[in-house]
């Protein structure tokens, strides 16, 4: 019986499918890729680091630029519909809506209809959407010369109710806001909504224009001075600032403290996420095997660090990780036997106490 339950109980060591916890098996990647191809496990190497500068370079220089961009110098506003005008006629204030101290631009100036046309005194209906200030002076004055000798005009926008566009997310106060005679670029929007929360994840801002959704780097903006970032808001823009709650990167094995981490203005390195889960565990951690797990669970992209050697920590400082990366540190192999040991020893010293009880009372 002593013979049957030691063999049990080495059977049972020597398996290592049951040790507890989670595990890496690079040969569970063959067949995982594209097409049923092998997942390749690649080596964090200086030449990899080089080859993934290279890659954030050439991403960096192929962001979006701002289409209006050229528009900027010669941009002048065009009255929209529900936008108010205020004409002043010099020297005739029969022509004029006299202005008050406590009356809001709404009742001193002239209204755009919805359907883009104003009415004016001797002139009549006018169409005025779409112009901007100088041509509907031009319009008015040559349409006034019949009743007023050499008019002299003066048209400005009473009030912007026409354009808008909206600033959402992580900002201070959401807002609606309109599109003025002043050009309004992204960093102008933020601003006016009270600037950012803490919260704010400016890597990957959104703008929404006419059903297109493009990815705008503020990051970029603010730390390299890329204006090409800082597009000119237009009418019907949707500005959306995402959270960076959004974007962590999870730090699971043998390390003191598994855990995710949010990236700090989106960038985290190998090292930190190491670092900030209080490093490896000293008693259960292969710190030769460790693994930086990127992309769909179909097609993985599995990168793995050698940090046996202290000196490889270097190469850790300079592996960029990016949002959702799964970073893995491999138990030790006496850690599967220590875990399996303990899982199986309760029972066999249950089946111990249960002989020796028999042997005692002469059952066995």
């Known amino acids: 019986m002593r013979r049957s339950v030691l063999l049990i109980a080495l059977a049972l060591s020597g398996c290592s499918t049951i040790s507890p916890g989670l595990h890496m098996k690079e040969s569970a990647l063959e067949g995982r890729g594209e097409d049923g191809k092998d997942v390749k496990v690649l080596p964090i190497t200086p030449a990899l680091l080089v080859e993934q500068a290279g890659a954030r370079a050439r991403a960096a220089g192929a962001r979006a630029a701002d289409p209006l961009a050229e528009t900027l110098a010669g941009y002048q506003y065009r009255v929209a519909p ?34 883009g046309t104003m009415f004016y005194p001797h002139v009549g209906v006018v169409e005025v959407a779409g112009k901007t200030l ?47 005679d002043v050009p309004v670029r992204v960093q102008d929007a933020i601003a006016s909504a009270k600037g950012l929360t803490a919260n704010a994840w400016t890597r990957t801002v959104t703008l929404t224009r006419a059903g297109k959704t493009y990815a705008l780097d503020l990051q970029a903006l603010y730390e390299e001075g890329d204006v090409s970032q800082n597009w000119l808001l237009q009418d019907g823009d949707i500005l959306n600032v995402p959270s960076r709650e959004q974007n962590k990167v999870f730090v699971l094995g043998e390390v003191r403290k598994p855990s ?75 850690t599967d036997w220590n875990r399996v040991m303990t899982q199986i020893l309760p029972t066999v010293q249950g089946i111990w106490q249960t002989v020796d009880v028999g042997n005692r009372t002469g059952v066995y």
Not at 146 to 156: E, G, I, M, S, T
Not at 261 to 275: H, N, P, Q, Y
């Open 82 to 115: 529900y936008d108010v005008l205020s004409i002043i006629v010099w020297d005739h204030p029969e022509l004029t809506i006299p202005a008050g101290e406590y009356r809001p631009p709404e009742q001193t100036g002239n209204p755009v209809n919805a359907d």
């Open 260 to 334: 995710s981490k949010l990236m700090a203005k989106g960038r985290m390195s190998l090292a930190e996420a190491i670092g900030d889960s209080e490093g490896f565990d000293p008693l259960t951690s292969n710190p030769g095997e460790v693994y930086v797990l990127r992309g769909r669970y179909e097609a993985p992209r599995v990168f793995k660090l050698d940090a046996s050697s202290a000196d490889a920590l270097l190469l850790a400082v300079q592996f960029q990780l990016e949002p959702y990366d799964v970073v893995f540190v491999s138990q030790y192999k006496l």
């Open 134 to 180: 100088p041509e509907i002076r031009a319009l008015l004055t040559e349409r006034l010369r019949k009743y007023v000798a050499n008019p002299q005009l003066d048209v400005r926008v009473a009030a912007f109710r026409g354009k808008r566009f909206q600033v959402t997310g992580e900002v201070v106060q959401p807002s609606t806001l309109p599109v003025t």
